[in-house]
């Protein structure tokens, strides 16, 4: 596959569309115990040995090495005053009961409890001058932009930190993190438990089905990008099951990675999902023709069976805990109608 110079195009692109993602994907995880010297084996176990047996090691809802690293940012500092700048970072702040003293600008709806909270501009254009008058202890935005902001709140000295705040992990991670910071760890533990039982429903709906392969595509018009499995789509669809070729067939690492016509045909997907920014009809009308002029059509299942689908950029558009379980029901329709 040809990629040319792309990287600076989808930083234009992340930037344009303010999407918080990440590329890294924080997976839950279970804590292990040391591991116990070796005895010698006894007929009958001890009261001791009978105790260790029926321990089972702790439960963490999320990887603690990386909320550390997420934490170290704050220098335990616990901060009075924060501003967010992406729509699902403050949609983290609303679960635990904390209110920022700024908000993003965003067309996307933000939590009611936020509607007198002073905007700031986009994560790609925060108002700088606005967010300095605020005197905010911590600017926090989306990991995905982290070199963006700085340029752009360094010479104005302003403290920030970043969360990773795409895939579902990542959202889990980021609002434990928040928990701690903000001694709303009972809050974070809570909302995530009830999250994971109704993940757990979503899911146990299509366990048994055949599962499809499913190529995504996130942009607009103007350009395509393959999305892997460390975003917000690309989580839902692999939790439901589904095989994302750009991660398990073409083994693409990279979150996004422009849209190249002889890896679609590669890969062949039973699906073809689309994210668009945008007009979804316009965008899905200039990748038919794309694919059309290419000489794909023909040889795409996806194609064939009349199954690409442009997705409701509100529900899938931005990472979302609180309209996940929403989108796991709308995705499990589209794969396994």
Sequence with gaps: MKYGSWKVGVVALLLAFAVACGNNTGNNGVASSSPSPAVE????????????????????????????????????????????????????????????????????????AFDSVPRVGSSHQPDVEA?????????????SIKENLDKQFAAAKLPTAY???????????????LGRLFQKEDAAKAYIEKFNADEKEAIAAVEGKEAPSVLILFGSVESLMFMNENTFVGSLVKNLGGVNVVSDVLKLTETYTPLDMESIVEAN????????????????????????????????????????QALDYGLFGIASLPKAVAAYNGLAGIMYE
Excluded: C, M, R, Y
């Design 41 to 112: 084996p006894s007929s009958e176990p001890t009261n001791n040995e009978a105790d260790k047996e029926t321990e089972k090691p702790a439960e963490s809802l999320v990887d603690e090495s990386k909320l550390n690293e997420l934490l170290a940012q704050f220098e335990n500092q616990s901060p009075s005053k924060a501003v967010t700048l992406s729509v699902a970072i403050t949609e983290l702040f609303d679960a635990i009961g904390v209110a920022p003293v700024g908000v993003p600008t965003s067309s996307s709806t933000l939590p009611a």
């Design 163 to 177: 969360l990773p705040a795409d895939s579902l992990d990542e959202l889990k991670l980021s609002l434990t993190a």
């Design 131 to 143: 967010i300095a008058g605020l005197q905010p202890d911590v600017i926090l935005g989306p990991a």
């Design 269 to 308: 997907p039973d699906i073809i999902l689309l994210v668009a920014h945008g007009d979804p009809n316009a965008v899905s009308k200039k990748f038919e023709e794309d694919v059309k002029n290419s000489g794909a059509w023909e040889k795409l299942n996806a194609f064939k069976n009349g199954k690409l």
